[in-house]
């Protein structure tokens, strides 16, 4: 299984980017696909997941109406559109999926990209 993320940069604040994240070598269908994104000195955090079965996509509170998921349903690429930046949103964006439903941890996914770095400047 492999996922390789694209688009990340750096951007000034208010500065938009698109993330892709292209998808392959899944044996089955997975079930969840998402971001998640690590700042320096901090933990991981999810920012959005679709859950494929239900057809419904998370987000995390403070990205909502900023950061848009899209694809992932047939199953090669996934995006995510990333408007209204802020410096608080620099950090390495991975993405990620699962077997299973979007967990809220990081542990719940099996599979991770190697990352892509987004810098926003003040």
């Known amino acids: 299984v492999r996922l390789v993320e694209s688009g990340g940069g750096l951007v000034q604040t208010g500065g938009s980017l698109r993330l892709s994240c292209q998808a392959s070598?899944?044996?089955?269908?997975?079930?969840?696909i998402g971001w998640f994104r690590q700042a320096p000195g901090k933990g991981r955090e999810r920012l959005s997941c679709?859950?494929?079965?239900?057809?419904?996509?998370y987000y995390r509170d403070s990205v909502k109406g900023r950061f848009t998921m899209s694809g992932g349903n047939d199953k090669n690429t996934v995006y995510l559109q990333m408007n209204s930046l802020k410096p608080e949103d620099s950090a390495v964006y991975y993405c990620?999926?699962?077997?299973?439903?979007?967990?809220?941890?990081?542990?719940?996914?099996?599979?991770w990209g190697q990352g892509t770095q987004v810098t926003v400047s003040s």
């Open positions: 070598g899944f044996a089955r269908d997975y079930f969840a």
């Open positions: 990620v999926a699962a077997d299973g439903f979007c967990s809220d941890y990081e542990t719940g996914f099996d599979y």
């Open positions: 679709l859950d494929r079965k239900i057809g419904f996509t």
